[in-house]
Structures are given as C-alpha cells and as structure tokens.
C-alpha cells in the first residue's frame, strides 16, 4: 500500500513510463515519481518535482479547484480533464527526441505545469486516452481529436509528421459498402469522405497504445490507425495506417 493516500480514497490511477498520477474522489491530483529524460538541475527547481516528491505522492497545487474527473498518461507527459470538459495537459522531457507536440499547447518544448488545451477551450471533451506520444480526445460532440506524435500516423489524420495542435480525426461512414469503401481509399478525397461522413458514427470509447490508435462506436465497430509492423492494428497487413 502507498503509505501517503492510505488514508486517502483513491478514484483512479494513471502509468506513465517513469511517472504515476493519482486522481482521488476529492478531486485533487496527485504525482509521484520522475522522467529519465529530465535534466537533474530542472528536478529541484519546483517544489513538486523535487527529490522528496520523487519518492512519494505530492499534490499538483496547478489542479487545485478544477473539479478533475479524469487523468492519462503518455511515456512523458499527463492530462486531466475536469467537469466543465476543460483538457489540461503537462510535461514532455528535456529533449525535443521526446516531445512531439503531445500536449497540444503549440509547441514541442516541455510544460512544466499544467496548462489549459487552448484549442480546445470552446469544446467539452469527455474522453481521453494518451499513446506513448500523443493524445486523443472525444467532445461532446462526439468529435475525436488528437495531436503530438505522428510520423508513424498514430493521430489517424491521414498525415506522417507530428502536430502540435489538436487536428480533427475523420471517420469513413459505417454504412459504406466494400465497393464504396475502396474507392473512397483509393481516391483519398476528403470532400469525397466529407459526402459519406453525413450520418456521423457516435463514438463509444478511445484507446491509444505505443504509436497506434483504436476507436470503438456505439454499434460496436472498431477503428484502427497507426503504426502496425506486428499487425497490432488487425487489419491482416502490417502496413501503417494514416487514417481509420
């Protein structure tokens, strides 16, 4: 047991690869642990990434009063959502190797605390699902958005190069026909998407890995995108793929 929250409920808990986020039912969040990718000379500078919150939890002061709901984590960045569908995003490592524009802030330089997803300030986002290097976010809207890495197309835009801004993710209709399907492929139209895309699918759930992305509907069907050199995509290739 965690000897700091055992006194503490604790609603859900989130891995990164050298960090852990921990959301408890008063809302409050709290971190522990480090980057690998992070300069020692930068740990001391704030009192919540110092030697002693290294080892044990501590509260992120940043959150304070934001209602958060949910947490996620990629290798080296967190995001938490609060009730108002408010994506706060943070971290990234001290070296551009490492940060790809995941946080969705503009840039690839590494944010120390917390800071508001401005691009997606007139949004309500109510899913979350970080991959080792990007993020992806569904609004009420039932829109999907994702941003950071994407040289392998894990942010399923139809691009190979990162994005440091959230950018739309379009989905093929559910009702296309093969025939249909593979012309809409083959002519890679997005005014020719755009036609099939008027019955929109409502999105259930997201779900990022390493460099791959997955989305489950509301009619059970699943949408896969990204990298796939071991067919973790299941779609029998092992091609990437940019787009659902």
């Known amino acids: 047991m965690v000897p700091t929250l055992?006194?503490?409920?604790?609603?859900?808990v989130?891995?990164?690869?050298?960090?852990?986020?921990c959301l408890l039912e008063d809302k409050t969040v709290y971190m522990w642990g480090g980057s690998l990718h992070k300069d020692k000379k930068e740990r001391g500078k704030n009192n919540e990434m110092n030697s002693h919150s290294v080892n044990a939890p501590q509260p992120i002061s940043a959150l304070y009063g934001l209602e958060i709901e949910a947490i996620e984590c990629g290798d080296f960045h967190s995001c938490a959502l609060d009730s108002n569908g408010h994506l706060y995003t943070w971290g990234g490592g001290s070296s551009q190797s490492y940060n790809k524009?995941?946080?969705g802030h503009?840039?690839?330089k590494s944010v120390e605390q917390p800071l508001k997803v401005k691009a997606l300030d007139k949004k309500r986002v109510t899913k979350i699902a970080c991959g080792g290097f990007h993020?992806?976010?569904l609004t009420s809207e039932n829109e999907l958005y994702a941003w950071g890495a994407c040289q392998l197309g894990e942010c399923g835009n139809g691009e190979f190069y990162d994005t440091y801004l959230p950018k739309l993710v379009k989905f093929p209709s559910e009702d296309l026909s093969?025939?249909?399907?593979a012309i809409q492929e083959e002519l890679g139209d997005d005014d020719v998407l755009d036609m099939y895309l008027k019955e929109s699918i409502a999105i259930k759930s997201i779900a990022a890995g390493g460099h791959h992305s997955f989305a489950l509907t509301t009619k059970g069907k699943l949408y896969a995108w990204g990298f796939n050199s071991h067919g973790q995509l299941g779609l029998?290739?092992?091609q990437n793929k940019a787009k659902p």
Do not use: F, I
């Open 6 to 12: 055992s006194s503490r409920k604790v609603k859900q």
């Open 14 to 21: 989130a891995c990164g690869d050298y960090h852990t986020l």
């Open 106 to 108: 503009g840039h690839n």
């Open 135 to 137: 993020t992806l976010a």
């Open 101 to 103: 524009g995941q946080c």
């Open 236 to 238: 029998r290739c092992t």
């Open 178 to 181: 093969k025939t249909e399907r």
